[in-house]
């Protein structure tokens, strides 16, 4: 009986591996990535030239519930030596405190997530805000109509 186990046991083991075979061509077959819309904007803040990008869809949730768009800024080659930061806000910023997301990622591209309101009323305006090496700020204002992509609700 343990000689019938143990030749069964491997003989089990060589049908697992054999069972996903005919399934692997399909797998590794190229297919098309799925296109997404993008809208772009073009926007001067000061001396800068940045790029605005964001998907042609409705803002997502976050985890805690609030709504979440997220933007795409490039940058012209020579303008990364001297922008220190870029923030994102809809709204006015009140302050230096609270000049909204920071944007992340490589050298002239790079990812913010800006929250939005609950509710819209269709005359907010997305504020950029670059900050220089040397403390400067440069703004620049966008409807968020124009920017926000999807339905917007």
Known sequence: MRNLWLRGKFHLSALVILVPLPFLPAYFADKPLPHVAEIHRQVVAGPFSLGLVTEDQPPDRGAWGERIKEYTV????????????????????????????????????????????????????????????????????????????????
């Open 74 to 153: 490039t940058f012209r080659p020579g303008d990364m030596d001297t922008i220190r930061g870029v923030f994102l806000r809809v709204g006015k910023p009140r302050s230096l405190r609270t000049l909204g997301a920071l944007a992340e990622g490589g050298a002239y591209e790079q990812h913010a997530d800006v929250m939005l309101p609950d509710e819209l009323s269709g005359s907010e305006d997305l504020w950029l805000t670059v900050e220089t090496w040397n403390g400067t700020l440069h703004q620049a204002v966008v409807p968020l109509r124009e920017i926000l992509g999807g339905s917007g609700k």
